[in-house]
């Protein structure tokens, strides 16, 4: 099976720069995913990561690194608009089906 | 227009009543899911489907039944709902070959209450 852990909470100030971090286990793995989901709305894709390393698009970045099992996703430059869940997933080898962590709610303040 | 849809986006019914979610996509992709998602507990896997031959139990498919109608088309059913299949159901599609591969697309939602 596999195991996902993201912080439940998180306050930032709007122009700030968060790290939201998400670890796992798991016997396998295809790559991690990551979504920003608003309350009540549905998740959007942000980023992807298969090797290990940076991958950087706008004002989001997501690092992996398999062999510590850990992952962040980097946001910059915050804005109001940012305040979501940020859901952390890993795609599954066999079913290319995707296991979600439970979210890290993300509140950016003035 | 919204490349995956869902209907209904509300439903409410009570304990016991057959229901049906439907899931529409117009992304041309071979895979599709449906999720549901419970405060605190992220997203589970109901079922999935690679193609219209194909039908998949995910972790949480005891009372569900799916029907994959056509490539596009993709239904969850509840033969008979109880309160705590109360949750947010998500549809999502994913293609198996294309620049995006692997990628899952959401639909709305359906918000569904069991009384």
């Known amino acids: 099976g596999q195991n996902i852990d993201q912080p439940t909470e998180m306050t930032a100030t709007e122009g700030a720069i968060v790290q939201i971090n998400c670890t796992y286990q798991?016997?396998?793995?295809?790559?991690l995913f990551w979504y920003q989901q608003h309350a009540g709305e549905a998740p959007t894709f942000l980023s992807y990561?298969?090797?290990?390393g940076l991958e950087e698009k706008g004002r989001f970045s997501s690092f992996l690194s398999r062999s510590k099992g850990y992952s962040y996703l980097l946001l910059k430059e915050l804005q109001m608009k940012d305040s979501a869940s940020y859901l952390c997933?890993?795609?599954?080898?066999?079913?290319?089906?995707?296991?979600f962590g439970s979210g890290t709610r993300l509140q950016v303040q003035p | 227009d919204a490349d995956v849809t869902q209907t209904p986006r509300n439903r409410i019914t009570k304990t016991g009543k057959r229901i049906m979610l439907e899931c529409s996509q117009t992304?041309?992709?071979?895979?599709m899911y449906w999720y549901r998602q419970d405060p605190g507990l992220g997203l589970r896997l109901i079922y999935y489907?690679?193609?219209?031959?194909?039908?998949n139990k995910g972790e949480i498919s005891d009372g569900y039944s799916v029907s994959r109608q056509a490539q596009a088309k993709f239904s969850l059913s509840l033969e008979s709902a109880i309160p705590n299949q109360t949750a947010l159901y998500f549809c999502?599609?994913?293609?198996?070959?294309?620049?995006?591969?692997?990628?899952?697309?959401f639909g709305p939602g359906t918000r569904l209450t069991v009384l």
């Open positions: 489907s690679f193609d219209v031959k194909d039908i």
């Open positions: 992304k041309g992709h071979d895979r």
């Open positions: 798991t016997s396998g793995f295809n790559g």
């Open positions: 990561n298969v090797l290990d």
């Open positions: 997933a890993l795609l599954d080898t066999g079913r290319r089906a995707l296991t």
């Open positions: 999502a599609t994913s293609d198996l070959m294309g620049q995006s591969t692997d990628t899952q697309y």
